[in-house]
């Protein structure tokens, strides 16, 4: 497998320290609003990364912190008159019923900044002690011109980085590129910690330096996040970490795009963010999640109703060929598999993956994905003239190990309630009897329990509306 490299600017084959084990992490929310689509982009395009290594056969070990603790936070909490970690809380339960809807595996630990500020604190007086860290009267501040491959990582000089960069302004800070490492307490903040520099809180970058070499060792395999955090928030992990370790901090720094609207970043300024939970009122989460990798990871991805809408067709044409070539199965004799038959499938399989380890080409993968469901609607034709039920099982099966294993498609259950089996029988009835008003009628009220009935010439196909 080969990806590309934010660090080394280039795709490279992906060998990890451990032959079967990857130790990944990547960023997560700050929790102070909804997750948004951008958020949906990076956190389903890192589960499928994940998903895919698990499906070469590596255990992958994915930590995904929660910022809770910051300025936002606290401007939001003092905004709604709450205490900050009832705003976080209410956020952070959003989050995973967001990340449930959208069927991305859970992280194997999702740590919080403030359950790690003593390992904080032990990591700044390291700094502290090393003399690339100093103390001013607003806070401890890393000092950038201590470590020499600063700008590494985002390809830019220092001089580059201050022009228009995401740079606190502070006027104690001896360069403007200096970041905090403890933001020492106003008089009005809710929340602080008790330090050997005075009262505080981690400033932003510090945190995900010390919980990710915390759970997964001094380097990392993989780091992810989306391109918005090179600059400042990688960058400087990459100085705190190794100028603490001596070591690598991370072997593959990997980035996805960012979504966009008419073609411009989403942006609170803009008014152009979508929540999740209000997509998923209009759309499946499949669609959106369907969506969301229809482009390559690392492109920019436009966002409209009108492409949610194409994909809504395409997750239909899915849960459709899985339903319909089940149904096929019912009706099918037992027998070998035509080996022409199998040698197609397992040629859309390869190029599968392929594409997969071609820098995670998703979007190329899908067209395989669409070749294995063509191929199934053509078999239809041949139902009466010898396939057997492998012949179906075994290209349904490729097809949902690598839209469900793979791209975590989660298909709607098959389990048919009780009522609507028996209205289903009871139109059958009116069916058989040719009497096409009442059948009219049990359909019509399927439909607004919230069924589908599809009439083909192997039987009474029931699916749930999507």
């Known amino acids: 497998m080969k990806i590309y490299n934010t660090l080394s600017a280039t795709i490279e084959e992906f060998i990890p320290q451990q032959k079967d084990e990857v130790k990944m992490y990547v960023c997560g929310i700050t929790p102070y609003d909804d997750t948004h689509l951008g958020h949906g982009r990076c956190y389903v395009v890192f589960d499928i990364f994940r998903r895919y290594l698990e499906y070469k056969g590596y255990n992958v070990n994915y930590i995904q912190n929660f910022t809770d603790i910051d300025d936002k936070i606290l401007s939001k909490a003092k905004e709604v008159n709450k205490h900050p970690s009832e705003i976080t809380q209410y956020y952070i339960n959003s989050y995973f019923e967001v990340e449930k809807k959208l069927n991305i595996k859970p992280a194997k630990l999702y740590p919080k900044v403030t359950e790690h500020i003593d390992d904080i604190i032990i990591a700044i007086e390291k700094l502290v002690k090393k003399e690339v860290a100093y103390v001013t009267s607003t806070g401890v501040y890393f000092d950038v011109s201590k470590f020499s491959r600063y700008g590494q990582l985002s390809k830019k000089k220092v001089d580059e980085l201050i022009s228009g960069a ?68 990688h960058e400087n992990e990459i100085a705190q970490s190794e100028s603490i370790t001596g070591k690598k901090f991370v072997n593959y720094w990997v980035h996805n795009g960012f979504v966009t609207v008419n073609k411009e970043k989403m942006s609170k300024s803009l008014k152009n963010i979508f929540a999740l939970k209000d997509l998923f009122t209009m759309y499946d989460p499949m669609v959106i999640r369907l969506f969301l990798i229809s482009q390559h990871y690392r492109k920019p991805l436009d966002f409209s109703l009108q492409e949610l809408d194409q994909f809504k067709k395409v997750w239909e044409r899915f849960v459709n060929v899985k339903e319909t070539a089940e149904l096929w199965i019912k009706n099918l004799k037992d027998g070998n598999i035509n080996i022409d038959l199998q040698k197609t499938v397992d040629n859309f399989v390869k190029e599968f993956e392929n594409s997969m380890d071609d820098d995670l080409n998703i979007s190329s993968a899908l067209a395989a994905l669409h070749g294995i469901v063509n191929h199934l609607y053509s078999l239809e034709k041949s139902l009466t003239k010898g396939l057997t039920k492998k012949d179906i099982e075994y290209p349904l099966n490729k097809f949902l190990t690598l839209s469900e294993y793979v791209l975590g498609l989660k298909f709607p259950y098959s389990d048919i309630p009780q009522d609507i089996q028996d209205l289903v029988l009871k139109r059958d009835l009116a069916r058989k009897n040719r009497d096409f008003a009442t059948a009219d009628e049990i359909r019509k009220q399927i439909l607004s329990l919230g069924w589908i009935v599809e009439d083909t010439p192997y039987g009474t196909k029931v699916r749930k509306k999507l």
């Open 166 to 233: 995401r740079v606190e302004v502070d006027e104690t800070k001896k360069e403007p590129l200096d970041f905090a490492l403890w933001k020492f307490a106003k008089k009005d903040e809710p929340v602080f910690w008790e330090s050997p520099w005075g009262r505080g809180r981690p400033g932003w970058h510090i945190e995900c330096s010390v919980m990710s070499m915390k759970y997964l060792g001094e380097t990392l395999d993989i780091h992810g996040g989306g391109m918005d955090l090179i600059f400042p928030h």
